[in-house]
């Protein structure tokens, strides 16, 4: 049995235990954690594997009971995660940074827009709002894919449904696939979708050409700056402002972000 050897020091990795491991698509995966920690939807913790390396990876979870992060292999750190099973441990440090001020926009009207693995960091914040549903006034999910087998997180759907307005889409359909939900990009249905701007936040994560085109739509609807937040996407190696390697028009993605509300960073290119 291993034990969990905790510190009072965030910037000291510790080992945790993986609870479970699921696969939500070829190339993405999530681990629960055995880690009771207060945080923000939107913030991010720091993974490492010794001798291979330590890695920025978002909370895809709102628990007090666990933590998820929900990671796709794309390295040689995310890659090794993939080959940890349920009862190995791995290090951990933080939560880091800024998440979504959910306490300050009880009230508001909701919009989430996610593309692909950008669906993870908003995940946390969904299951927020669903545990604080009273608080908030409606809520409207677009969630896109580049096909059906990209999809994630396909055991909240139901959920999702029966608490939220979800408007769910695929880019494309591969050939000989059983699909019969929307085809076409999200950005598409947010453009004639009619959604209001009256006491309305907006929540994006996902591909920079998503999230531009997205901004764009919302402006041409009335959204002003203020009432969009994007979570930016920057190459954390310190985690504490150090580094400056995550640094963007003089804010630093770990102490200033992830989440970004728009009006802080007008001109960052997302690129």
């Known amino acids: 049995m291993t034990k969990t050897i905790k510190t009072n020091n965030e910037y000291i990795p510790f080992p945790i235990k993986i609870l479970k491991k699921k696969n939500e698509s070829a190339d993405t995966f999530t681990l629960r954690l055995d880690w009771q920690v207060d945080h923000d939807p939107g913030q991010f913790i720091q993974v490492s594997i010794p001798g291979i390396g330590e890695a920025p990876i978002s909370i895809s ?8 992060i929900s990671i796709r292999k794309v390295g040689n750190v995310t ?7 349920k009862g190995d441990t791995l290090l951990v ?40 549903r009273k608080e908030f006034g409606d809520v409207i999910l677009f ?13 909240k759907q139901k959920i999702w449904d029966d608490n ?12 000989k696939t059983c699909y019969s939900g929307n085809v076409g990009f999200i950005t598409q249905t947010i453009e004639k979708e009619k959604i209001t701007n009256e006491n309305t936040v907006v929540f994006i994560c ?5 999230m531009e085109k997205s901004i764009k739509i919302l402006k041409s609807k009335g959204f002003n700056n203020k009432q969009i937040f994007i979570s930016a996407e920057r190459l954390m190696y310190c985690a504490f402002g150090l580094c400056c390697h995550c640094m963007i028009q ?3 993605t ?14 960052f290119k997302t690129d």
């Open 93 to 132: 440090r933080g939560p880091y940074g800024k998440g979504y001020p959910m306490d300050n926009l009880k009230g508001n009207n909701i919009i989430f827009i996610g593309g692909g693995c950008g669906v993870a960091p908003l995940k946390g914040a969904i299951e927020y709002v669903e545990r604080k």
């Open 206 to 210: 996902g591909p920079p050409i998503m």
């Open 254 to 267: 770990c102490l200033d972000g992830p989440v970004f509300r728009y009006d802080e960073v007008i001109n």
């Open 79 to 85: 890659n090794a995660l993939f080959n940890l099973k």
């Open 61 to 68: 979870s709102y628990s007090k009971k666990y933590l998820e």
């Open 250 to 252: 003089g804010k630093l």
């Open 164 to 175: 939220f307005k979800v408007h769910l889409s695929v880019d494309t359909i591969p050939s």
């Open 143 to 155: 969630i896109g894919y580049r096909s059906p087998g990209d999809i994630l997180f396909s055991h």
